[in-house]
């Protein structure tokens, strides 16, 4: 029996990416291919990858029993990383290769084609940021180079064909270090939406300026075409550029989720729009192989949901306790991932089925019932837990002047930085964020604010919750007005921006 031959990956489990030993031995006998530790279906199938691309670059195949083994076995292997050191393992086993020095250690990563190509694969962001930290070295396929720059610069070298690797690894030709860390391309000039472009919606656009400065949840109820998803739209350009460690947790969720990590992207925040018709597991993450879902993908950005009454209503329950907790946990019988979730929602709805209850220039056929049915959809619990709730009404051709375009959205984002400079040096976190106790410490009205909230709870029912809540948009209304204290203007606005919490005779929410 031959040296057995040991290499290092990592595989794609969460967000935890372990390390796994693939060891190769070679033994007299039938000439089989084994892979045991747990190897999903398209890691069986590499074995005949593997056997066409060392025979293409003109290698020996050896005769005789390959076992191939995976460890720690209890960890599940998938996708085509696997195959790369499965190749080298085969030449080193069997004598083709000197064996790897003891140190430093050298993760290799690649998904072989037919005649020896090395083909992207997905996680590589992640499993660069821990091999950086243990002071490994890696060899990825040339593709992934960008990204795995962005966590180890100077410890990754990138290779397009099996033969770099081979020659590499005997000493005839070096692969080059990645020195400088990626820097992605500055967006164009104007290709970021403003704020200018929606006409009117002055309350909406005050709204949405709250939102940003204090990291607050909406939802914005009115007629079809009078803009909820412009303005959703453009938050992002509000909000304050991503730091280095809020942006590598976004790119870190975004490289093991199915669509794979764009480097393009690195930076940015998440903005994230599904469709009313994507299921439980699509927004929160799952399946067979868990995988983050749009919540997730959202993290340190903005989740939109339009048509938000559309939705199943399952799946909107499943934003309860993530919009609350900042985190989901995926639970499966044979594992169980953990992914944050601290995401902004924006929801946006109309009054009812038709659209245009309450639109003096459109007529709604909607009876009562089926505008109670059509609102009920969104649970009592959920709406609890959404910040504000606006009108947004149809626009007027008054609308259209030029003087009722507002502020530009760099000049709001200027005060949004201020202001969430502000609460992260009061407070560490932003008000959105605030914990019950955190909100009686920094929130705490004074005596005519606390008279306003009481008699609002008791005349509209509010609960707990909601109470809260308003104390957490006053004190970013204070915020943004300059004023350490909250007074009874920042808890009045407050209130009038829950409108769904009003009641049916005093509300002018249509």
């Known amino acids: 029996m031959a040296t057995v031959a040991r290499l290092a990956c990592r595989a794609q489990m969460g967000l935890s ?17 084994y892979i045991v530790g747990l190897p999903a279906t398209v890691v069986k199938e590499s074995r005949e990858r593997v056997r066409a691309a060392l025979l293409s670059c003109g290698f020996e195949y050896p005769a005789g029993r390959i076992i191939v083994n995976l460890a720690p076995a209890e960890i599940p292997k998938e996708g085509g990383r696997f195959e790369l050191p499965m190749a080298l393992g085969i030449l080193v086993a069997s004598g083709q ?79 080059p270090p990645g020195r400088a860390s990626f820097r992605p391309p500055a967006p164009a000039r104007g290709s970021t939406p403003d704020l200018t472009e929606v006409r009117g919606q002055l309350q909406a656009k005050r709204a949405l300026l709250i939102a940003a400065a204090g990291s607050h949840s909406l939802l914005m109820i009115g007629p079809p075409g009078s803009g909820k998803s412009m303005l959703a739209q453009r938050l992002p350009g509000l909000l304050p550029s991503l730091t280095h460690s809020e942006a590598l947790e976004c790119a870190g969720i975004a490289s093991v989720s199915t669509a794979g990590f764009n480097p393009g992207a690195f930076g940015e925040r998440p903005f994230r729009s599904p469709h009313h018709t994507a299921s439980a597991i699509a927004l929160v993450g799952g399946g067979a192989q868990a995988r983050p879902g749009e919540i997730s993908l959202a993290h340190h950005g903005v989740l939109f949901l339009d048509e938000l009454p559309e939705f199943d209503r399952r799946v909107l329950e499943a934003l309860r306790e993530p919009l609350e907790a900042g985190i989901v946990t995926v639970s499966r019988a044979a594992m169980q991932a953990e992914y944050p ?44 837990r959404l910040d504000m709730h606006v009108e947004v009404p149809r626009l007027t051709a008054g609308d259209f002047n030029e ?14 930085a201020r202001v969430r400079a502000l609460q992260l040096q009061r407070q560490g976190r932003c008000n959105a964020r605030l914990t019950d106790a955190q909100v009686d410490r920094w929130c705490a009205p004074d005596a005519g604010a606390r008279a306003l909230l009481d008699q609002a709870m008791q005349r509209l029912r509010l609960s707990a919750r909601a109470r809260q809540r308003i104390l957490k948009l006053a004190r970013t209304i204070a915020d943004l007005d300059g004023r350490p204290d909250i007074t009874v203007p920042h808890v009045g606005e407050a209130v009038m921006l829950r409108c769904m919490d009003r009641e049916p005779a005093t509300s002018s929410c249509p």
């Open 97 to 175: 290769l000197a064996p790897q020095p003891a140190a430093p250690l050298c993760e290799l990563y690649g998904e072989l084609s037919l005649d020896g190509e090395l083909k992207p694969v997905r996680g590589i962001l992640l499993a660069a940021a821990h091999a950086r930290g243990d002071g490994h070295e890696l060899i990825v396929p040339s593709a992934n180079l960008k990204e795995a720059l962005i966590v180890a610069a100077g410890h990754v070298r990138a290779a397009g064909h099996l033969k770099e690797v081979c020659d590499h690894w005997a000493g005839r030709a070096s692969l």
């Open 17 to 33: 990416a372990p390390l796994v030993q693939v060891e190769v031995t070679l033994a007299s006998g039938l000439p089989v291919f």
């Open 341 to 384: 979730a601290a995401f902004q929602l924006i929801a946006a709805m109309n009054p009812c089925p038709c659209g245009h209850q309450g639109d003096p220039g459109a007529n709604c056929r909607c009876t009562p019932a089926q505008v109670r049915n059509y609102r009920a959809r969104i649970s009592g619990p959920l709406l609890d």
């Open 403 to 416: 003087g009722l375009r507002g502020e530009a959205s760099a000049v709001l984002a200027e005060r949004v």
